[in-house]
């Protein structure tokens, strides 16, 4: 029988189109943090039966940077958005494989933040084992900055 979320307390998060193109994006909070998670489907496969590692990476950053969100809104008046901040800098470490059919949720904690940037650590588990451990920073965006559409390039197409 196939591992079933819901029987565990966790819900479908609400994700953006990148995300709902992998798959359904669980959440379950405790102790203030939301930890994600994701079942690992057949199209997820590497080819070895196992999650593919950039879905796992993707994961790291996903829960990387709620954590930094939910540190960063605690008591504000103002609450800021995924798209108000920006990776830029993601770092892994892949201890283990996650089998087809296996949840693999992300368990993340804000280290240290600035007032412009968020650093946060976390390990990833499925079946009750550690398959990566993540570190990530991110850089809070301005307002104006998060939702513009992106510049038009000013450099000149090359000439041949």
């Not at 029987?7 to 994600?36: C, H, Y």
């Not at 990833?124 to 990530?136: D, R």
Request: aromatic share 6%; with cysteine; charged share 20%.
């Amino acid at each position: 029988m196939a591992y079933d979320p819901a029987s565990d307390g966790w819900t479908v998060r609400p994700s953006n189109a990148f995300m709902q193109s992998i798959g359904t994006l669980w959440e379950r909070s405790a102790d203030g943090k939301t930890d994600l998670g994701i079942l690992c489907e057949p199209r997820h496969d590497n080819g070895f039966a196992r999650m593919h590692g950039a879905l796992i990476a993707t994961l790291a950053d996903q829960g990387l940077a709620l954590a930094a969100l939910e540190a960063r809104n605690a008591g504000s008046a103002s609450p800021l958005t995924l798209s108000d901040q920006a990776t830029i800098h993601l770092d892994l470490h892949f201890l283990g494989g996650v089998e087809i059919g296996a949840f693999l949720y992300s368990r993340c904690e804000v280290t240290r933040q600035t007032r412009s940037m968020s650093f946060a650590r976390g390990l990833l588990i499925a079946g009750g084992e550690t398959v990566c451990s993540a570190q990530g920073t991110f850089k809070l965006l301005r307002r104006e900055q998060a939702g513009a559409p992106s510049r038009p390039s000013t450099v000149p197409p090359r000439q041949r």
